[in-house]
């Protein structure tokens, strides 16, 4: 199944794990570190008021507010950030997550030194891979785990979608770190 089909099936908690965890992997491009979203991710739990979302997205939004030198990359990631909604409800998130998806892929496309085949990451989303540069095609493996192991285990999927985010954006700091160290 393509993402963007995994997209259309999933339900509120996938999608907004789903946007979350796209965010997530890009915080090191907003000056995060690896807690600053995990009040996010509790309040996706079932125990989770439903308002704990908003305040929390806030709480968020404050600490990753200050953003330096912007080039596409954290541009791109603090537009994630900022579209985020306030209420976690299906129609909100599923427009977010879907958002996220293409963002964190341009992202990755931006941040990749291998050149990616395709004109537009939306083909890589729909499932046309060949030719995909490879951070490419591991952030696109990441947001499918994520949704499939939301759609199979619910809120017990939650987390190992943490742990696939954990380790994309440990990822992308290193890249991260390894551009400022030769733009540097």
Known sequence: MSLV??????????LAASGLACLDRCVPLLGGDDETLRPLWASLTDGAEAAEWG???EQARAKLDAAGEE????????????????????AAVRVWADACSVASLQIHRLLDPSEDDASSVSVRREGRTDGMSPLVAAE??????????????????LRRALEVSTEGRRVLRAVVSRRNRHQG
């Open 55 to 57: 305040e929390r997205l």
């Open 71 to 90: 080039d596409e990359a954290v541009s791109l990631a603090h537009r994630m950030l900022q579209a985020a909604p306030a209420e976690r409800s299906a």
């Open 5 to 14: 089909e995994l997209i259309a099936q999933a339900d509120e908690r996938g």
């Open 140 to 157: 696109l493996r990441r947001q499918v785990v994520v949704l499939e192991v939301l759609a199979g285990h619910g809120q017990n999927g």
